[in-house]
């Protein structure tokens, strides 16, 4: 049998790795691999810098080494932080988030939109895009313009996310990603309120790894 | 609980269903949907051309409405034959196998290869992949020249393959796409063999329609 | 000398076929080829959908093959419906309007604007004008809101041509294609309305096909 | 009644001139528009480098302000010299005989090819593809490596067609473009020869310039 | 020691020329090459059109090749006249403002934005950019509405620039080229103002020559 | 007067440090910038992966930080480490190498190539050139395949540059970039001997560096 689906929350906030295993806890069949939900403890509390990001790639580095028995990886912070560097090192397929996310949307519609939670990570995860080769296909990218933290715990979150993914909506797109590791209960909700399919990331790459390690 | 993935062969070779089921057979696990693969009673011996692709869509239409009861569709065929009018009419998602084989590339590699059956479907499958928007990541795409009935049964196949995909590796894939619902059999020595990941489109879009249906 | 020029409206409409021939009586030139408009009596009323277009295949590749006498066919329709298809079982050049239409404006101004009749339509030009590769010359592609009926014989069309075309130059387009068989009656005078080139994608078909039979 | 096409070889050879009034002797039809072939006097012998391209733009936009008369103009030197200045004061059509060549090659084939006379003009055309935003479609350029006046009289140019072309086609192009105004006379036994459509860019230019004059 | 880097001023606008030496006063340095603002006899008063760009290069070619002592060429006119014909006659390195300046900005932000004089060169500019193949970097282009002589004169274009500027940022830009060749007196107090780099293409050239000549 | 363009080597090999101040010395001039260039202690001997690129980020931020008096900063490795991080929590300019030796290129020839001392780096540095969006100029990256060390002393390596340029000279390319901090002594005998533009990355980037920070 394949080791288990190791999913790694880079940061260091374990409600968030426990938001993860909440949301994944679909995707545990039995017969299946084991899906195992990590923080990493060296990892700051949140990540929303370009520099958060790239700090986080040594010691995940040390995690991935550690873990010779996964079956494969996903890295569950929407930046891919150290994902071509755990892909060099790493015996077994390792998945980014926003690619996965990304590319699971391009599944269901033809052009995409993403929410991300703060303006400040547009441009940083167009250039993603941009490097992915899937600019074509994007709508645009909203943000919320809220902190990670009150996009877990706020109870205006849902509002938020239904005023932005309208918006995208409006401006072409017929799927939408959640551009955060962290927004996984209300995937559901604001798939029914706005009516065109919205993709969770992490789950999206759990899926993307069930394909890679189920024998076949 | 979701309905099944229902996976339709669409052409009325019970033989290539039969091979798909088996190649699925690791997908079906316990908590998760029933995975059922339908042979299109209505389409011809083989998918050769972009006619035959063509006119498998009356009869596809027929069954994706007759199918109420399915959590998603994966349509069997790597000419995606009858995708985006099966999605205009079903309520649920619905994938194709060439779409789906090439996005879980795209997770698994920079630059991706494609082997098809025959030269012939080269130029047609390029023009779908310019509408995904993805040549930028497009390596190159190399036939086989068998055909699917030799492909299937030939002692020959394998070696062929190899060969085929060691000069996509050359061209500068590191993930190779198997551009035929009939090779899955194949897969896993192939990929041992070459030493790049290689990615049976079927499997591939049942798992994308496994993140689509599973509870999250 | 080369056989006529057939152009095909593929849906059972004839009052669209009437129109096809009256907008293309003035390529009808002594020592040229003869240009005779068909309809396809296979055909749905009109065709509005994916589905509708994928359904009109098979009947449109039987009239082809019937017409061997043919010098090139117009298929007269601006999804293109079985274009590809059509290609590979004729032996002369087979063009489809939407293609033609995109051409022929990309020789007439940097950035071009398309005319839909409805909304439902625009993602499905979007992706085949995505797979022509010109989507870096489109300005954007625009909605009249109105039914094929309505077009045809409402009194309020021009109003709607106009207000969408000078929207359409507000977005950047120097060149107009008209998104439909049936508004060639409406070229000339919106032309001259909103001052920038306005294509008939029908007459452009048929003036490529010119081009391919007239001997040289 | 329009007026007439008016043809412009921006070299001073009349032989060239001759050789295109030849060519499109076939698109003179009685009802249709007069095509008229002129010589530019103050043009260089021969059109070979971007320096000569650039120095006709000058005595061109003299040539197109006299001839007020004009329904349409075509520019028929593969170097489109002068084409967006001619444009910008020219109230009526102007056509160059690059862009509609490609043009009417993209409705032929998905990847076409183009046979230049000299390795020099290779990159000059890959740019100005590159602006027209159709390198997508492009399988490849290839040069022919003989001077113009070698391919307009010498016996060895169709061995030398043909050759290219058929390189051209392992490239993978379904049509191929040839990248001179002067070799309109191979064009149909090439196209018989290598088995593709093979288009003659003055030819198509003219073929464009009838479907904006002719009334509809 | 290498030769003058030669600035020529396509436009035969004296006050132009001084002021480009005036804002390259700074890239003067002792042991460094020299650098000569020239004005263009033969042009005329300002460029502000194809046509225009056109008719300098016959001038330009002349000019470049009377300066066999130069080190390195600039052509300081936004639409970067003749610099493909320069560069095949000069053996020194040839440098178009709208090319340097572009190039600069990419290094600079991730989007750029540009600030073009007059509506009418918008169209060019995006032309060029798309030869250039840079246009999926590109945020958009924004005219001042003034001519050439207002901007250089007028007291209320510092306040149009910050206008349009601002307009680029909201449009996603972080770096502003300015598209004229006459507006470097105020690229500093803008940077300042807008808050993101702001490029001037003639001085962009002229770093970039510096690259090219400067002993290494 | 601005602070020193600081150029930082982020291995720890002094000897290249020494190169780089070498290869800098002529664009040390009177009454500019001084250019100062740095060993960063806590970097690697050499930078040959993703992970030795990622994990250098953290001390040259540190470093970054450290040097308020910068007025620029240049990043000397071709992985261009840490770029968008020190773009992010710098106040002055920024740049890496690999990003503004490709920018220079692009101003001397329509197609480029790259010569990169390792095979494994080729796609590294293609990941980079897509999300830069320049794919449509690169006439393609090569590798020398020697070690750093070994291009740094090795007398055959002037031999292999040849070779390797030459091809890419074949492949299309009418500019080259050395693709490493470590070959400029080789940058002029390359360029003269193989008869296209030659550019070093650091070069091009304190060129790139002094157009930001001179006065102007």
């Known amino acids: 049998m394949t080791g288990p689906i190791v999913v790694i929350n880079p940061n260091s906030n374990q409600a968030v790795t426990d938001g993860l295993a909440d949301a994944l806890s679909g995707f545990q ?34 995690l991935v080494k550690r873990r010779g028995d996964a079956g494969a990886f996903v890295i569950a912070c929407y930046s891919d932080p150290g994902l071509e560097a755990c892909r060099t090192i790493s015996a077994v397929p390792v998945f980014g988030i926003q690619e996965s996310g990304v590319l699971a949307a ?58 932005t993914g309208r918006k995208l909506v409006d401006d072409g797109a017929d799927a939408i990603v959640l551009g955060c590791a962290g927004m996984a209960t209300h995937r559901s909700a604001l ?26």
């Open 106 to 163: 391009l599944a269901r519609g033809d052009l995409f939109g993403v929410i991300a939670i703060s303006e400040g990570s547009v441009a940083r995860h167009r250039r993603y895009m941009r490097r992915m080769g899937v600019l074509d296909r994007l709508a645009g990218e909203r943000a919320l313009n809220m902190s990670v933290a009150e996009t877990a715990t706020g109870k205006d979150t849902f509002a938020a996310l239904e005023r």
């Open 29 to 62: 069949l039995q017969g299946g691999p084991a899906i195992e939900c990590l923080t990493l403890a060296e990892g700051p509390f949140g990540i929303e810098s370009q520099a958060d990001s790239d700090l986080v790639v040594a010691p995940l580095i040390d």
């Open 191 to 216: 798939e029914h309120s706005i009516g065109v399919p919205v993709i969770d990331p992490t789950q999206a790459a759990v899926a993307m790894a069930l394909g890679a390690v189920l024998p076949g």
